[in-house]
Each structure stands twice: as C-alpha cells, then as structure tokens.
C-alpha cells in the first residue's frame, strides 16, 4: 500500500519574503512622497527637502488656511507675508504645489 504524496506549500518562504520586501519598499515610497497614514489628519502633503515642505493645494484651500494648517501654533501671517512675496502674489490654484520654507 502506497501512501499518498505530501504536498508542499504553495508560495516558499524565499517567495514570501520578496513579495513583503516589495510591499515595504512601496510603502516607504508612498509615505516618503508625502502619503498619509493618519486618517483625519492635517492633510496637508509634505516632503521634506532640506527643511522645506512641499504643499499641493487642494479645492477651498488659501495661503492663509495652509500657513494654519503647517503651523498650527504660530500667527500665521509672517508665513503668509512671505509666501506671497515668494509667489508674487496671493493667488493659487488646485493642484499647485507651494514650497513652505
């Protein structure tokens, strides 16, 4: 009498721990381009590039909601003031990414 053939397991250990190292690397990517992973957060996207920050505008969103927004602490208008010097102006638009130094 035979005994049946065991068989083994679908995915190997090797298969397994390239796939998560994939699914890490992508993760750090997201969160290093400025993805959140708090939700209800500031939602504001941020990249840090030598101690500036990059902000996307979003719909509704002013120079002045996005200087609260980054520093929730401080009066907003030294922020504000400078940003518009930066910009030559106050206008922005959907989807423009402001440099917040």
């Not at 298969?15 to 997201?30: D, M, P, S």
């Not at 996207?45 to 980054?70: K, Y």
């Amino acid at each position: 009498m035979s005994s049946p053939e065991r068989e083994g397991p679908k995915y190997s250990a090797g298969r397994f721990k390239t796939w998560l190292a994939v699914a890490v690397g992508c993760g750090g990517l997201y969160l290093f381009a400025g993805g959140s992973v708090i939700p209800g957060g500031a939602g504001v996207a941020q990249a840090s590039v030598s101690h500036q920050r990059i902000v996307t505008v979003r719909p509704g969103q002013t120079l002045w909601s996005i200087a609260e927004e980054v520093e929730p602490s401080q009066d907003p208008r030294p922020l504000v003031d400078q940003l518009v010097g930066e910009l030559h102006g106050s206008a922005i638009q959907v989807g423009e990414q402001v440099v917040i130094p």
